[in-house]
C-alpha cells in the first residue's frame, strides 16, 4: 500500500495527463475522427517521444549536473509520452485502423533513426573515460603545490580569530577562503602575504566590496577584500577610473609594473565594504585560481591556539534507493549522537537498515581562534574497523565551487536541520576531497555483509589534530 501512495504521489501529474488523454481520444472516435487524423497523430506523437529521448541523452552528456537532470525529467515525460502512444494505437487498432498505425510506427522510428545520432554514442554519463581516468583529471591539478606554503606570511594584525573557515557553507558555493575577525573595527592594515605585485582591482558595492589581487613569483594568488582602503597609490588610480567610467563599480587587470609589492607591504586597510560586517577576507589561490586551504602552511596553522574536540550533535541515515531501509521504512532517519563521560559519542540505540544507505553527520568546531561554529576539517570512516571513506577540506577547483550540494547534504539543510556534510560520494560529485577514492565510497551496502551488529566509527578531526568518535552499532537483517 505504502509503494502504490508512493507511485500516486510521484507520477500523479502522469496519470492525470493519460486519464485526460484516453476520454479526449474515446471522444474523438466517439465522434467520428478520421482514421487519417488518428494516422497522424500516432505519427506526431512518436516522433515527440524519439526526439524527447534523444534531447535527454544529450542532456545527460553534460557534466555532473546532466545524469541527474535526466533522470529527473525523463520518467514522468516518457511515461506520459508512452501513454499517449499506446492509448492512440490501442484505440487506432480496435477501430480497425492497424494497418495505418503500422506505417505510422515505421514512419515515426525511421523519422528519428536518419535524424539522430547512433545511440552508441550517446553515453548518459562519464563518456568513455574509465573510472581511473576520471580521478585522475580530479586529483592531477593538486598532486602538487608548487608554491612554497610557508613564505606566506598573516595579512593583519586585527587577529588571529577565524569566523568563517575554507569551504563553510554558502547556499550556492563554497567559502573560498578564511574570514578573518577586525573585532567589527575598520582601519586595520592589511598586509601584503608574500611579495609579487598587484594583479587586479575589483570594487564593489556588493559581495566583497573593495578587493585587491597579488600575483606572486610562482604564479599563485592572495586576495584581501571588503577593504575600507587601498594603499594611497591604489587608490588615486582607482578614483580616476571610477570618474572616468562615470561608475564607482570597477574590475581592472594590471601588469607586473603597475604596482609592485614586497612581502609585509601594506597594501590597505580592514573594513566593512560589500556584504557584511567589518572583517577581513583572506584567499590563496593556485595559478589556474583554484582555492588552497591557508592552514595548509604550517605558520597558519600555528597561529591556531586549539585544544577543543570536534562537536557530534546529530547523524543522519539515507536510503539511496526505494528498496533500502532504515528501522524498516524507506526515509532519511536524523537522531542526535550523546557523548559519553570518556568523551565518545553515541547513539542510545541500535540502527536497523537494509540496501544502500548513506551517512551525513552535523559536526561542530570551535578553538580558540574560532569565533563561530564550523565544520571539522577531516574525517575518517570505519566498519568493522576498516576503513571505508575519508575527506579533508584541502583544494576547491574554481571550476566545482558550486558543486556544494554534492558535499553538504542539501534537503536537510532546507529542512532547517543543520548543514550535515555527507559521508560518502556520490555519482557526479567532482571534488578532490576524497584522497582518490571512487564514486560509491562511503556508502554502506547490506548485501555485502553478514547478519547481526557491525560497528560504524566515525572519526572527525579539525586544523590541529584534535578528534572525537562517533560509535554507531548497524544492525543486519537476514
Do not use: C
Amino acid at each position: 500500500m505504502n509503494r502504490f501512495r508512493r507511485f500516486i504521489t510521484n507520477y500523479q501529474f502522469s496519470l492525470l495527463a493519460w486519464l485526460l488523454i484516453a476520454i479526449l481520444v474515446i471522444a474523438g472516435f466517439h465522434f467520428g475522427v478520421d482514421k487519417k487524423v488518428i494516422a497522424f497523430v500516432v505519427l506526431l506523437v512518436g516522433i515527440i517521444g524519439q526526439a524527447f529521448a534523444a534531447l535527454i541523452a544529450w542532456i545527460a552528456l553534460i557534466p555532473i549536473a546532466g545524469p541527474i537532470l535526466a533522470q529527473v525529467l525523463s520518467m514522468p515525460f516518457v511515461w506520459t509520452l508512452n501513454g499517449i502512444g499506446y492509448l492512440l494505437s490501442i484505440s487506432a487498432i480496435k477501430r480497425g485502423y492497424s494497418k495505418d498505425v503500422i506505417i505510422s510506427s515505421t514512419l515515426a522510428y525511421l523519422a528519428f533513426t536518419l535524424s539522430a545520432e547512433p545511440r552508441h554514442h550517446l553515453v548518459l554519463s562519464g563518456g568513455d573515460r574509465t573510472p581511473d581516468t576520471r580521478i585522475e583529471e580530479i586529483y592531477a591539478p593538486f598532486d602538487t603545490l608548487r608554491t612554497d606554503l610557508e613564505d606566506y606570511r598573516w595579512p593583519t594584525n586585527a587577529s588571529t580569530v577565524i569566523t568563517s573557515s575554507f569551504a563553510d557553507y554558502r547556499r550556492t558555493h563554497f567559502h573560498e577562503g578564511i574570514d578573518i575577525s577586525t573585532n567589527n573595527q575598520r582601519g586595520h592594515p592589511v598586509y601584503a602575504s608574500r611579495g609579487g605585485y598587484v594583479s587586479r582591482i575589483h570594487v564593489s558595492r556588493r559581495g566583497y566590496g573593495k578587493m585587491l589581487f597579488l600575483r606572486h613569483p610562482d604564479g599563485f594568488l592572495t586576495a584581501y577584500a571588503h577593504l575600507q582602503k587601498f594603499k594611497d597609490s591604489i587608490e588615486v588610480v582607482v578614483k580616476e577610473l571610477q570618474k572616468q567610467n562615470k561608475n564607482y563599480a570597477l574590475e581592472v587587470d594590471l601588469d607586473s609594473t603597475a604596482f609592485p609589492v614586497d612581502k609585509g607591504d601594506v597594501i590597505g586597510h580592514s573594513g566593512d565594504t560589500g556584504t557584511g560586517g567589518a572583517h577581513l577576507h583572506f584567499e590563496l589561490r593556485d595559478s589556474s585560481m583554484n582555492p588552497i586551504n591557508p592552514f595548509l602552511s604550517r605558520h597558519f596553522s600555528s597561529l591556531l591556539r586549539d585544544d577543543e574536540r570536534p562537536f557530534f550533535q546529530r547523524i543522519a541515515f539515507t536510503a539511496i534507493d526505494r528498496s533500502s531501509r532504515i528501522h524498516g521504512k524507506w526515509r532519511v532517519w536524523v537522531v542526535d549522537a550523546r557523548r559519553s563521560q570518556t568523551g565518545e559519542f553515541f547513539l542510545n540505540r541500535r540502527v536497523h537498515v537494509k540496501g544502500s544507505i548513506g551517512i551525513s553527520v552535523r559536526v561542530w568546531d570551535r578553538s580558540n581562534a574560532l569565533k563561530h561554529r564550523t565544520g571539522p576539517h577531516r574525517f575518517e570512516v570505519f566498519l568493522d574497523g576498516a576503513q571505508i571513506f575519508t575527506s579533508a577540506k584541502k583544494f576547491i577547483p574554481a571550476t566545482e565551487s558550486r558543486q556544494i550540494a554534492t558535499y553538504y547534504d542539501r534537503p536537510l539543510v532546507k529542512k532547517r536541520l543543520g548543514q550535515f556534510e555527507k559521508l560518502y560520494i556520490e555519482s557526479g560529485n567532482r571534488l578532490p576531497f576524497y584522497n582518490r577514492l571512487p564514486e560509491g565510497a562511503g556508502i554502506i551496502e547490506t548485501h555485502d555483509l553478514q547478519p547481526g551488529p557491525h560497528e560504524l566509527t566515525i572519526h572527525a578531526f579539525d586544523l590541529s589534530g584534535n578528534q572525537s568518535v562517533l560509535r554507531v552499532t548497524l544492525m543486519i537483517g537476514k
